[in-house]
């Protein structure tokens, strides 16, 4: 069971190491990894070890400085797998896209179509 008593995310899965992820970046309070199900050339996942948010709206008016801490991360991995420029992406509900209620960003990068937004 998570901290909330719900069963894991599939991202805390992804955490315990019970489901494989190729893992970009860890530190004690983020882990990062590759989309299973890329959108763009670099496609990667950034979200905190704990389940304690489920959005981004959550995370901000919790631990805002974890969230800074995870735009960091993000622009750090765009620049080690990218050059440095990124879509930033939090679905926010699941009218707006959102399937995994563990707070997480999609760091897209790495040759976007200019003027989009999706
Ligand atoms: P959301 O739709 O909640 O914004 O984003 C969830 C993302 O997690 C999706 O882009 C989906 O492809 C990704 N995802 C779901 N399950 C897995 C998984 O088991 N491994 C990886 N690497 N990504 C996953």
Redesign the pocket.
Known sequence: MSETGAAPS?FSR?IARE?P?NVVFEDERLIA?????PKAPVHV?VTPKTEAYADVVELAAGDPALLAELVAAASRIAGELADGQFRLVF?TGPNA????FHV?A?VLAGGLEEGTLA
């Open positions: 599939v992804i489901i992820a990894f590759h989309d299973i199900a996942v679905n896209g959102q399937t995994v997480h999609h």
